[in-house]
């Protein structure tokens, strides 16, 4: 059963999505099927809020083609999706010290190259 942080219980959950319903956008939970696809079901949930109800994170996955998914990359394919956004990230490119975390290890070296390119080429691909 998914719960928000610190949330008082199913009273609270069925609150929040009364004011979600009030706002006018109610965005449907997707689960994350892996550690690392955290970002592509955050870029469903925010696809079906849209409209998008056939997409799933297969399909996601085979657009999004490396396992490891940064902020910069559900940019781009929301972008590819049609959002009209603005990317706010505290570092345009990969921190150094992601090396430390486990996760990250096996594909810094071959995301930062790949990472730092997305970053550079994103104004000129309407990302500001």
């Known amino acids: 059963d998914w719960r928000p942080r ?5 009273a609270e959950v069925l609150a929040m999505r009364e004011a979600a319903r009030n706002r006018g956008v109610l965005v449907p939970h997707v689960k994350q099927q892996y550690t690392w696809d955290c970002g592509l079901a955050c870029a469903e949930m925010a696809l079906k809020a849209r409209g998008a109800r056939d997409v799933s994170l297969r399909d996601l996955r085979r657009v999004c083609t490396t396992s490891s998914v940064w902020t910069i990359d559900l940019a781009y394919l929301l972008k590819q999706f ?18 430390k975390h486990a996760f ?19 104004k000129v691909n309407a990302i500001p």
Do not use: C, I, P
């Open 6 to 10: 610190g949330a008082g219980g199913r």
């Open 104 to 122: 990250y290890q096996r594909h810094l070296n071959s995301d930062s190259s790949r990472v730092n390119e997305l970053f550079e080429r994103a």
């Open 82 to 99: 049609g959002f009209e956004l603005k990317l706010f990230t505290l570092s345009a490119g990969v921190r150094d010290e992601y090396r």
